[in-house]
Antibody
């Protein structure tokens, strides 16, 4: 059974940093592109970026809205996806999801990030 | 960026009636390989989005055949035949033709 479990969310002050994790199981992690998507309260999801699979050199693509502040990485020995978020702003407040990017058939339950003083 | 524009539903929809949700893209999502790079999702209250349809018209595994997707390169429709209480939530379309991937603003379905 495919499982994706995000963690690391919480309350952070503006200008601060946070690293989110997504533990994956039930599939061959290195075969899949993995993405991060966020959803502000009451709004539509926003795709943040993707890290490609082993066959494509684990390269990354980012939404221009977060490029330069957010970094996606992966630990392929422990099957964990990461999202490093720097210089956080109030508008980064959202539920953050990880998802596989073959079909977007599998999403985690999300982790809430609140940016507030 | 490709902009995805969704239409509204005349809520609430009577149980057992059909409902059609529209989505329009600012650029054709038809790839040269003949596939149309559009997904549909349902997000039930308090849950993560659930994939319903991919490649514009292919139902995801385990999805009821009451859901069907159709369209052209820029205009798309998700049809729900005989709506049920479990169909309540917000429906999103998403293009995955080019980066950044983008979602529509969502269409809420309420049942009477």
């Amino acid at each position: 059974e495919v499982k994706l479990l995000e963690s690391g969310g919480g309350l952070v002050q503006p200008g601060g940093s946070l690293r989110l994790s997504c533990a994956a199981s039930g599939f061959t992690f290195t075969d899949f592109y993995m993405s991060w998507i966020r959803q502000p309260p009451g709004k539509a999801p926003e795709w943040l970026g993707v890290i490609r699979n082993k066959a494509n050199g684990y390269t990354t693509e980012y939404n221009p809205s977060v490029k330069g502040r957010f970094t996606i990485s992966r630990d392929n020995t422990q099957n964990i996806l990461y999202l490093q978020m720097n210089t956080l702003r109030a508008e980064d407040t959202a539920i953050y999801y990880c998802a596989e990017q073959l079909r977007f058939a599998y999403w985690g339950q999300g982790t809430l990030v609140t940016v507030s003083s | 960026d490709i902009v995805m524009t969704q239409g509204a539903l005349p809520n609430p929809v009577p149980s057992g009636e059909s409902a059609s949700i529209t989505c329009q893209s600012s650029k054709s999502l038809l790839h040269s390989n003949g596939k149309t790079y559009l997904n549909w999702y349902l997000q039930r209250p308090g849950q993560s989005p659930q994939l319903l349809i991919y490649w514009m018209s292919t139902r995801a595994s385990g999805v009821s055949d009451r859901f069907s997707g159709s369209g052209s390169g820029t205009d798309f429709t998700l049809k729900i035949s005989s709506v049920e209480a479990e169909d309540v939530g917000v429906y999103y379309c998403q293009q995955f033709l080019e980066y950044p991937l983008t979602f529509g603003s969502g269409t809420k379905l309420e049942i009477k």
